[in-house]
């Protein structure tokens, strides 16, 4: 059995590719319910409130901690 080749990046690099991955998350989550509130998009009631009271949240407090 072979192994495969590891590759290893700095833990500055790793928090650098989740922060952007957050915060792109965030600014779709934050367009689509504005877009909701606007009366211009559909989307489920739950999953407006899901995205404001629970993910939105959720999510600021994940960027805060990698440094955004």
């Known amino acids: 059995m072979s192994k495969i080749n590891e590759m290893t990046i700095p833990f500055e690099v790793a928090d650098g590719i989740v922060l952007a991955s957050l915060q792109e998350q965030l600014k779709f989550l934050k367009k689509d319910l504005k877009s909701y509130d606007a009366g211009t998009s559909w989307m489920h009631p739950e999953d407006a409130d899901k995205s404001r009271h629970e993910l939105i949240p959720s999510l600021k407090i994940?960027?805060?901690?990698?440094g955004g």
């Open 62 to 66: 994940l960027i805060k901690y990698y």
